[in-house]
């Protein structure tokens, strides 16, 4: 028998998302990546501790993103992709880190560069320097 | 060291065994990374190696040693106020809310880029590598051997998986910039919007996709009441397909698409509810979505299960749902629906079915020239009964002889060959690697504008 799933919080990263679970059973809260099925939050998810299974809902997880994300306008959306791409491009390229991130003559930073894009946009959307939320 | 060796790397498409058939019998040798493309040539007795063959023996012990370099290294430099300084922006410094994730992560990528390194130095000592190819090149790992070969002197080609659209914002490391030294693209309008975000011209080969070859054969040519039956149709009504998609977090635009997806569903069942005939619905999900989670078939199944409840306590009219049968589907569908800008909007076309196209959050690849176009999902019932009698009344037949030209290049079903010269060609030539890639072209402030004027209405 599943329980509806008790969303405490949503974070995205360069696969998709991650919901943060809190168990209706025993209060554990637990993380794990969201399956979907064209394009709607579904399955099941059971509590690593007592093994009560959650079950998600579409509807719960579009109250959980709308709860953890604010809606920006597209200038807003295309600045804050800006401020995260140059943190992405420019971080690695310090010359303290030059020698430490490289690999038999490769920078190992610019491969980085996707991946951690999310990253940086996510900390810049819940208010970059400010509590993580 | 004797046959010139080929490395497929991230190409895992068991409809690629065609093209390194033909790479096999032009003299290479192809080394193949993916276990889904080597088990597949395996069963058509394709000769190759496994990438697999070349791990180093001691790599455990030098990424042991590699991990402690870069734990020892990150915590003096980022003990210095300028490398924390790096991430200031006008929006703020994103590190204090992501410090846990981000050197978790950064070692990760940091340590998977090693041993990839190690493994491509490994295999050119035993073979003679002469081209690696690339299924994508935007991941780190990817874009680590790319690096590597290219020190080395070996080129890299990739084989585009799509037609990359212009960005609507910025994103470090996109497709769009070319980082492999040669990319194989479908067709002149994938080509274009390369060129126009500043990559060289020499480097964007015109190819056609591979991947669409096996539509044009006869066997795709599925006869639309068999395909009915083989998806549990009923072939005397209507049928319409809905081709989904999902949402990843690596965009600012996720938010938007992860609210609509729900949208989608309740606005096709009253489009479908609209119809007089009402069509039955089949819903395809992108073939990705659940590729990328790494999911049980236990796991697919429950969601699959989840997925009918949902759809069954909400009205929504799925007559069937298609994860493996994707010229059943489209042969099947009288229309077919496109969550985004997708491939299968060419293979529709190819496939001789009209599409809706549902007008994605990226400037758009596709527009009228490929079908009905939909900005608002309530122009959704109208926009699907203009497709359905896109067919009978010569709109389809007109749309793809002037789109699938440029969609696809030479529109024949021949790109494997093309692809397989064009990989003979920088194998046995020795062809030069490029440069390294130069800044990413900034997207045209007019295109901004019109995607802002688009999103207002979402």
């Known amino acids: ?133 | 060291l004797s046959r010139p060796a080929v490395l497929f790397f991230d190409v895992g498409d068991a409809g690629f065994v065609p093209l390194v058939d033909r790479v096999a019998r032009a003299g290479l040798l192809p080394v193949v990374q993916h276990a889904s493309l080597a088990h597949a040539l395996a069963a058509a007795g394709v000769e190759h190696r496994a990438w697999d063959d070349f791990v180093p023996a001691e790599r455990d012990a030098a990424l042991a040693s590699e991990y402690l370099r870069f734990l020892d290294g990150l915590a003096d430099a980022f003990a210095r106020p300028e490398v924390v300084g790096a991430f200031d922006s006008r929006l703020g410094n994103p590190l204090p809310a992501v410090k846990e994730p981000f050197f978790s992560l950064l070692l990760v990528l940091l340590l998977r880029q090693v041993a990839a390194i190690d493994q491509l130095d490994r295999l050119a000592e035993q073979l003679d590598l002469r081209l690696l190819v690339l299924g994508s090149d935007n991941s780190h790992v990817q874009r680590a051997l790319v690096g590597r070969a290219r020190a080395l002197g070996i080129p890299s080609l990739q084989l585009a998986h799509g037609i990359y659209p212009m960005p609507f914002a910025r994103k470090a490391g996109e497709m769009d910039r070319l980082y492999a030294d040669h990319v194989a693209v479908f067709g002149k309008r994938a080509r274009d919007i390369l060129l126009e975000l500043g990559n060289d011209p020499d480097r964007v080969q015109l190819t056609g996709s591979p991947l669409w070859d096996a539509l044009y054969e006869e066997a795709a040519r599925m006869p639309r009441d068999r395909a009915c039956r083989e998806l549990g149709l009923d072939p005397a009504r209507p049928v319409v397909l809905l081709c989904a998609t999902y949402t990843d977090g690596s965009c600012v635009e996720f938010r938007r698409k992860a609210l609509r997806h729900v949208g989608l569903h309740h606005a096709m069942a009253r489009a479908i509810a609209a119809h007089p005939e009402r069509p039955q619905l089949v819903v395809r999900p992108h073939p990705n979505e659940i590729k990328r989670a790494d999911l049980s078939q236990d796991d697919v199944a429950e969601l699959v299960r989840a997925y009918a409840h949902w759809c069954a306590l909400r009205d929504q009219p799925v007559a069937a749902l298609s994860l493996d049968d994707r010229i059943a589907a489209i042969r099947a569908a009288d229309a077919v629906v496109v969550e985004s800008s997708s491939t299968v909007i060419a293979e529709a076309l190819i496939l001789e079915r009209p599409v809706v196209l549902l007008r994605a959050f990226d400037p758009p690849v596709y527009g009228e020239a490929d079908g009905v176009v939909v900005c608002e999902l309530d122009e959704l019932p109208a926009a699907l009964a203009r497709a359905l009698g896109d067919a009978s009344d010569g709109k389809l037949a007109r749309r793809r002889a002037r789109a699938l030209p440029e969609l696809n290049h030479q529109n024949d079903g021949r790109a494997t060959e093309r692809v397989a010269a064009l990989i003979e060609r920088l194998a046995q030539t020795g062809a030069q690697p490029s440069a390294p890639p130069a800044a990413p072209a900034a997207p045209r402030d007019a295109l901004r504008t019109a995607v802002s004027e688009l999103l207002r209405g979402v």
């Open chain 1, 1 to 133: 028998v599943s329980e509806r799933a008790d969303i405490r919080d949503v974070r995205n990263d360069v696969r998709g998302f991650f919901v943060t679970l809190r168990c209706r059973g025993c209060g554990e809260s637990f993380e794990r990546y969201l399956r979907t099925l064209a394009g709607l939050a579904l399955g099941e998810y059971a509590c690593p501790a007592c093994r009560q299974v959650q079950r998600m809902e579409p509807e719960a997880f579009l109250d959980a993103v709308r709860r953890a994300f604010a809606e920006v306008d597209a200038e807003t959306a295309c600045a804050l992709a800006d401020a995260a791409a140059g943190i992405a491009e420019r971080w690695h390229r310090a010359p303290e880190l030059a020698e430490l991130l490289s690999h038999r003559g490769v920078a190992l930073g610019p491969p980085t560069e996707r991946e951690l894009h999310a990253l940086f946009l996510r900390g810049l959307q819940r208010g970059g320097g400010g509590d993580p939320g």
